[in-house]
T-cell receptor, first 113, second 111 residues
């Protein structure tokens, strides 16, 4: 079964610190790696995504780092804010699957004021 | 903006009842998905559809069925609800080359 393994399960960071969430995948056919952010009572929202032809993608304070040889990718949140407190999911998919996503198990991030 | 709406935010049903969860998207997406979300397990795919009247089983289809009669609407059906189907149900839609957009979810409790 295709898997995406995500760690840590929970993360507590001080305001202004860097939050780092890691994911590892097995299926080398994966060619699109999105991250989702979910606030309590809401559905997940697409945050940022990367394709394997680049090693890094940055959007504001959010950066994805991608290591194709290690089959790992990570989300870095710079200058973390209390408003970033949410659950974050990594995911992976490939174009031959109608974009069926395989999700990680999620990371609950708490940013302390 | 893409909008994915789900018919109910909260639903309480009794064991054995037939349950319908409705999802509508307004962006002409060809793909639609149903997930359930449980603590510690992330999102698990129940069924998906890549075209009208087409459906594919996901990772956990047992106890569920789906219907897609129109492109914008994707329904999840619990033929005979059981307590282990108490969960958050999330609908999503997408174009094939883009990420998925999720609805707000339906929290279903089966008593």
């Amino acid at each position: 079964q295709q898997q995406v393994k995500q760690s840590p399960q929970s993360l507590i960071v001080q305001k202004g610190g860097i939050s780092i969430i890691n994911c590892a995948y097995e299926n080398t056919a994966f060619d699109y790696f999105p991250w989702y952010q979910q606030f309590p009572g809401k559905g997940p929202a697409l945050l940022i995504a990367i394709r394997p032809d680049v090693s890094e993608k940055k959007e504001g304070r959010f950066t994805i780092s991608f290591n194709k040889s290690a089959k790992q990718f990570s989300l870095h949140i710079m200058d973390s804010q209390p408003g970033d407190s949410a659950t974050y999911f990594c995911a992976a998919t490939h174009s031959g699957s109608a974009r069926q996503l395989t999700f990680g198990s999620g990371t609950q991030l708490t940013v302390l004021p | 903006d893409v909008k994915v709406t789900q018919s109910s935010r909260y639903l309480v049903k009794r064991t054995g009842e037939k349950v319908f969860l409705e999802c509508v998207q307004d962006m002409d997406h060809e793909n639609m998905f149903w997930y359930r979300q449980d603590p510690g397990l992330g999102l698990r795919l129940i069924y998906f559809s890549y075209d009208v009247k087409m459906k594919e089983k996901g990772d956990i289809p047992e106890g569920y069925s789906v219907s897609r009669e129109k492109k914008e609407r994707f329904s999840l059906i619990l033929e005979s609800a059981s307590t282990n189907q108490t969960s958050m149900y999330l609908c999503a839609s997408s174009f094939t080359q883009a990420g998925q957009f999720f609805g707000p979810g339906t929290r279903l409790t089966v008593l």
